[in-house]
């Protein structure tokens, strides 16, 4: 799949919550972690979102808000990943910042303010969390 | 109206689909393609969106993701318009890219990485695709 | 909090309307302003987002739309700050605006081309307007 979006996950459905409108999913991904997405009801029918189907979830770099003093604090945002920063390329107003949380690699894009002020840098522990409500979902056609 | 969302499509709503949180509002645009917003359902009455009624749906570029192998997958986001790269701005880390699908032109803000990755240049074909909870409906006061 | 979200807002919950899958809950700033969020109702309930809690909601900047006719219009976004830009950050691509409303600073990242194409300079009205499923809460461990 060629797509713009930085980060994506391949799992497998382990969890469906239905609603009126929007469904909520949970992806097992292949070290063990889960993810969370909710996509509207209708996607989740045509896409085959059942427990088992496999899927791709797809998260952009601008979506993901890095967090360097996690452990005081609990987020509503489903999707938490905690690793360490290992690289940042920096640009006259953004950064982008990738974070490797087990055998992942989680790229986000924030303001160079931020990675001046949380002091950013290889090596630096940090937190990449993301809502469900941003996680877009993707199945063989 | 005067907006910092690069992306503006007026249309018409054709369907409602309540819940309780939230509703998913379907509106088509004058070259007939759909477009779908998931919003409170508080917002929904207050813009007296209702079928028939005529709205502006407000899209920033960075939440938009670009495909150029859309046909091989589905996504669940609800918004997908296929057409071809027109135009590049590029900077030290986004760029932003313009694409023309029919009669409309959608920005999207991506990082470098992803216009090197999916050797996206003026004339490739590309998908914009964006989120349904993405949309921002606006209407005349 | 040390985030790379570029905007905080500290308050109290003051409302909390349950749905299936998400739950909306309204948090009233010190300055007395009101601020919404979409959030799973799973992640109300392990935040103890009840009435009187405690919560920070966190807003990354290219999350915010900046409009500077909103008196013109009703938006479907339910988080609504008007007031006047202070600074802008420019890049090549994209620049950093921040906007005062009453007490609060709400920084905004668009595109240079929103920036020329609203005349966005210091002094200028602008109203900053981000959508309730894009805000991110906190509360203490």
Same mark, same amino acid.
């Given at each position: ?5 930085? #980060?994506?996950?391949? =799992?497998? !459905?382990?969890?469906?919550?239905? $609603? /009126?409108? #929007?469904?909520? %999913? ?11 997405? !909710? ?8 896409? $085959?979102?059942?427990?088992? +189907? ?29 690793? /360490? !920063? %290992? ?6 107003? #953004? ?23 949380? $002091?950013? /840098?290889? =090596?630096?522990?940090?937190?990449? %969390?993301?809502? +469900?409500? #941003? ?5 063989? +056609?």
């Amino acid at each position: 799949m060629q797509t713009s979006a930085r #980060n994506r996950f391949e =799992g497998t !459905v382990s969890a469906v919550k239905p $609603g /009126a409108v #929007n469904d909520e %999913i949970e992806l097992t991904l292949a070290g063990g972690e889960r993810l969370s997405a !909710v996509v509207t009801h209708e996607s989740a029918v045509s896409l $085959g979102l059942a427990v088992g +189907a496999e899927a791709v979830a797809l998260v952009k770099a601008p979506w993901i808000v890095l967090v360097t003093d996690a452990a005081g604090y609990r987020f509503s945002a489903r999707n938490q990943f905690s690793g /360490a !920063v %290992i690289a940042l390329t920096r640009g006259a107003v #953004n950064t982008v910042v990738d974070v490797t949380s087990g055998d992942l690699v989680i790229s986000a894009v924030v303001t160079n303010d931020s990675v001046d002020s949380l $002091g950013l /840098a290889e =090596g630096v522990a940090a937190t990449a %969390i993301f809502k +469900a409500s #941003n996680v877009i979902l993707a199945t063989r +056609a």
